[in-house]
T-cell receptor
């Protein structure tokens, strides 16, 4: 059974720092991995989708990497801003016909001005 | 930009009552999903729906739950007899394909009293 784990559970950094969020998964037979942002009491906003054949994907100040064989993904945020404060979730998509996502518990990020 | 919309944003219901949560997926998407997030816990998969039928469901999705696409735009989740433990944020999501990027709605917060 696939298990997705995110470390750390919470992270507090001063504005301007570069930071890395980690995601690991136990079953490497995935189709892709998606990173989301969740603001308190709100929905999930898709940040990046990285296919199993890709090593990394970039969008603005965000860069996601994927090492499928070792079951790891990282989300790199450059030059963090207070507006980046949110919970970041990773989710993997397995080889099921329905295409369900299996989520980690998230990393709660706080960027202090 | 196309988005997934959910109504209502918050619903309070008495234990044992039926509730229907509504979603309008992105118009050209073919795969539809319901997930839920109990406060402080992971986002959990409930059901996937494709070609007017359930393609996969989780252990949580028992006989109390049903989904329907009554017309070309709406996608609904019905809980027949709500329990206290059904209190959660319910998210609808859609994807163009089973492996495509998933887009989530803002969620319906269901409170069962």
């Amino acid at each position: 059974k696939q298990e997705v784990t995110q470390i750390p559970a919470a992270l507090s950094v001063p504005e301007g720092e570069n930071l890395v969020l980690n995601c690991s998964f136990t079953d490497s037979a995935i189709y892709n991995l998606q990173w989301f942002r969740q603001d308190p009491g709100k929905g999930l906003t898709s940040l990046l989708l990285i296919q199993s054949s890709q090593r990394e994907q970039t969008s603005g100040r965000l860069n996601a990497s994927l090492d499928k064989s070792s079951g790891r993904s990282t989300l790199y945020i450059a030059a963090s801003q207070p507006g980046d404060s949110a919970t970041y979730l990773c989710a993997v998509r397995q080889g099921d016909q329905g295409g369900k996502l299996i989520f980690g518990q998230g990393t709660e990020l706080s960027v202090k001005p | 930009e196309p988005e997934v919309t959910q109504t209502p944003s918050h619903q309070v219901t008495q234990m044992g009552q039926e509730v229907i949560l509504r979603c309008v997926p992105i118009s050209n998407h073919l795969y539809f999903y319901w997930y839920r997030q109990i406060l402080g816990q992971k986002v959990e998969f409930l059901v996937s729906f494709y070609n007017n039928e359930i393609s996969e469901k989780s252990e949580i999705f028992d006989d109390q739950f049903s989904v329907e696409r009554p017309d070309g735009s709406n996608f609904t989740l019905k809980i027949r007899s709500t329990k206290l433990e059904d209190s959660a944020m319910y998210f609808c999501a859609s994807s163009p394909t089973s492996r495509g990027e998933a887009f989530f709605g803002q969620g319906t917060r269901l409170t069962v009293v």
